[in-house]
């Protein structure tokens, strides 16, 4: 499986953004996406996942309904909408795979992209 993250960038606090995340060479075994951010000296923590064969998704609960993952199937791309975005968001953006559910640990994920950085202003 490969993946590619897109669509990070510098946007200013209570701004919007929508990560994507193209995937390739999908399979039944590597169902869940999920994605993870890491800001600069902490480390990796699960944001949003969801799976290829079923639309509901999982949040972080510190989000507080402030970001949704969607999928598209044919064409093999999640999303991340982040809206009301803050400075505390500011972070690499990860797009992960690998595990059949959905987790909130990255050590279940056994294929990662490259990261898209998300910086917000104050």
């Known amino acids: 499986v490969q993946l590619q993250a897109s669509g990070g960038g510098l946007v200013q606090a209570g701004g919007s953004l929508r990560l994507s995340c193209a995937a390739s060479g999908r399979s039944a075994s590597t169902d869940a996406m999920a994605w993870f951010r890491q800001a600069p000296g902490k480390e990796r923590e699960f944001v949003a996942g969801i799976k290829w064969s079923d639309d509901t998704p999982a949040y972080a609960n510190f989000l507080k309904g402030r970001f949704t993952i969607s999928r598209d199937n044919a064409k093999n791309t999640v999303y991340l909408q982040m809206n009301s975005l803050k400075p505390e968001d500011t972070a690499v953006y990860y797009c992960?795979?690998?595990?059949?559910?959905?987790?909130?640990?990255?050590?279940?994920?056994?294929?990662w992209g490259q990261g898209t950085l998300v910086t917000v202003s104050s």
């Open positions: 992960a795979s690998g595990p059949r559910q959905i987790y909130n640990s990255a050590l279940y994920y056994r294929f």
